[in-house]
């Protein structure tokens, strides 16, 4: 055979041959998974590559962990899972905490991490990033599954899909050893294996007599409330469980991450009457919300003397019972189980006493008149109310805005001082009261909506993920970070007490200018000390689009230890000398 002939051939079988490669890039196409939050290195540089050439955006950021709370939010945004792509070991560990997270809040999320040669690996002799990663990613993952054959990456992706977004979504893991990437197999065969997954996240109907059993309770109430939580949010059942809660009459508390569900400023919002319902109420729904910590367990103080019946809407039958009796439990995916409540509400559904209801919106306004005056405040240094004040406005007036929030005070301040008026707007902390989640949700929520992204950031918050301002300036993203500058975690006025040179162990550098941070990378960098200007940086940015950073001065004495969670700090019982 000639050299000319041989050659011929040679690129003939090449074009009916896939690998790996091309198989995990299409069976992420085939089922919509077109984004891609990672950090590229051995083995899946060229993976990124070829991803990106395919078609699929690939975002680079500059650490896994940042990369995975993008896919974690990504995956509450869209209800699909959020992609986060890793290297081995390392790599792998740092997007392992946002996997964690990831199912702990419920969001689904698939980590695919390159993973080195398995029989080295399991045989302990050294391998570049040797880790038995799938071992050490399981309990901390809805599930974990490894691809070792070409022909089976189409149906471990769709096992990947349906386990992250069936039943209660989270985090699932993924992993690719470097050898499986140019494994080749017949092309057509390899097109034939992929799997379009169908109905990945079924539709779970509650059970008539549930329902039935959670109207009567809900009627019967003489106080009731509705708590909504993030999983409501989730949904993206928002009309159904607004007409739900608008025609039971019902006053409703939301969730961080459920704020906006219905507008803050609706008429039956209890969110600044929070301790009063919590304590006065006789029959309480939580609708996607947990009976966690956040929720002081649905016993104590916080929830008062009087006795309280719960239902429970929640797509997980474990959730029920877990911390109180649940005497009405509804199982089934919110979507589905609020449709069934909002059908079982008829024209005879009388309205929750009209004692109850006046007293929740009178204890409301009474609050709210309260903070006012603390909001306007327009002094140098700023409060964090004076600050907030500003913020809020900025909302008000750009509802459609995507408001990420992490800190102490920074967070617990702006939850309670900025109202939302939209579903799934504002993005925090979540169930673990994480930092770090900041930039990598920013990015998440401007790549995933297209809207701009108000980040407040208290200033340790930031520091989690600040690098990605070079992330955000390079994809030239709208997004415009508000650091409040106290100058430490909770303040910036604690010093050492053994008057020795080191600074206390919450304070940070005095008169820190974050916005040169962003300045670096050629964003747009401003530094205030009033709430004025803080508002006047802030909407210019929001006019521009231009990634911004703004750094906020915030009096150190301001904060208080913890924000607003200061209880769960252990005492020390010993005597100071
Ligand atoms: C991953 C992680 N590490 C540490 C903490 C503990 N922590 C809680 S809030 C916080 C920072 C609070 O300071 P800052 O963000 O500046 O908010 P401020 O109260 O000063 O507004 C830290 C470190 C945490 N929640 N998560
Ligand atoms: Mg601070």
């Known amino acids: 055979m000639s050299a000319t002939v041989q050659n011929i051939n040679a690129a003939e079988a090449e074009q009916d ?181 169908t109905d990945a996240a079924p539709a779970q109907i509650p059970a008539p007599a549930a329902v039935k059993r959670a109207l009567d309770v809900l009627k019967s109430a003489k106080r009731p409330l509705i708590i909504l939580g993030k999983g409501a949010a989730y949904a993206q059942a928002d009309d159904t469980i607004r007409a739900f809660v608008e025609k039971s009459g019902v006053p409703f508390l939301p969730m961080s991450m459920a704020k906006g569900l219905l507008p803050d400023t609706h008429p039956q919002c209890a969110g600044a009457a929070r301790s009063t319902v919590l304590k006065d109420s006789d029959v309480v729904m939580l609708i996607g919300a947990r009976l966690n910590w956040l929720l002081s367990h649905g016993k104590g103080k916080t929830w008062g003397d009087a ?88 909302i008000k007036e750009r509802p459609d805005a995507i408001l990420v929030n992490e800190g102490a005070n920074t967070l617990d301040l702006a939850r309670g001082v900025i109202d939302m008026y939209k579903p799934r707007k504002r993005l925090d902390v979540g169930t673990w009261g994480v930092m770090g989640i900041g930039m990598g949700y920013a990015i998440a929520a401007a790549i995933e909506t297209g809207k701009p992204v108000l980040a407040v950031e208290g200033d340790s918050a930031f520091g989690f993920s600040g690098m990605e301002v070079e992330t955000i300036c390079r994809y030239k993203l709208p997004v415009c970070i508000v650091v409040f500058n106290n100058s430490g975690i909770y303040r910036g006025t604690d010093v050492n007490p053994t008057g020795g040179p080191d600074p206390a162990t919450t304070v940070f550098v005095k008169d820190a200018r974050y916005d040169k941070m962003m300045e670096a990378f050629g964003g747009v960098g401003v530094h205030v000390t009033t709430p004025d200007e803080l508002k006047r940086a802030v909407d210019a940015a929001m006019d521009s689009g231009k990634p911004t950073l703004i750094n906020a001065v915030i009096d150190p004495a301001a904060g208080s230890e913890s924000g607003r969670i200061g209880n769960l700090n252990p005492q020390s019982v010993v005597k100071k000398k």
């Open 17 to 197: 041959l896939t690998d790996g490669f091309h198989l995990v890039i299409d069976a992420l196409k085939l089922n919509g998974l077109t984004t891609i939050y990672g950090v590229p290195g051995i083995p899946i540089t060229d993976f990124g590559r070829m991803a990106q050439a395919a078609g699929i955006r690939v975002l680079s950021f500059r650490h896994e962990q940042n990369a995975g709370y993008a896919a974690s939010i990504a995956g509450f945004l869209t209800k699909k899972p959020g992609i986060c792509l890793t290297v081995s070991a390392p790599g792998f560990l740092n997007g392992l905490t946002a996997l964690a997270h990831a199912t702990t809040n419920c969001f689904p999320m698939i980590l695919i991490s390159g993973s080195s040669e398995r029989e080295i690996v399991d045989l302990q002799q050294g391998d570049y990033e040797e880790m038995d990663q799938l071992a050490i990613a399981k309990p901390l993952c809805k599930a974990a599954f490894r691809v070792l054959h070409a022909a089976d990456i189409g149906i471990g992706v769709a096992r990947a899909i349906r386990a992250a977004v069936s039943g209660r979504p989270g985090g699932v893991y993924l992993d690719l050893p470097a050898k499986l990437f140019s494994q080749v197999m017949n092309a057509d065969a390899g097109q034939k294996s992929l799997v379009k997954v």
């Open 307 to 394: 006795p309280k019946k719960f239902i429970q809407v929640d797509i997980e039958p474990k959730e029920m019972d877990s911390n109180v009796e649940i005497v009405a439990p509804v199982v089934g995916d919110i979507g589905s189980c609020v449709s069934a409540l909002l059908e079982g509400i008829d024209s005879k559904w009388p309205a929750p006493p009209a004692d109850w209801t006046g007293a929740v919106e009178a204890k409301r306004e009474e609050n709210i008149a309260k903070m006012a005056p603390r909001l306007m405040k327009n002094t140098a240094p700023m409060d964090f109310h004076g600050a907030l004040g500003a913020l809020r406005t900025v």
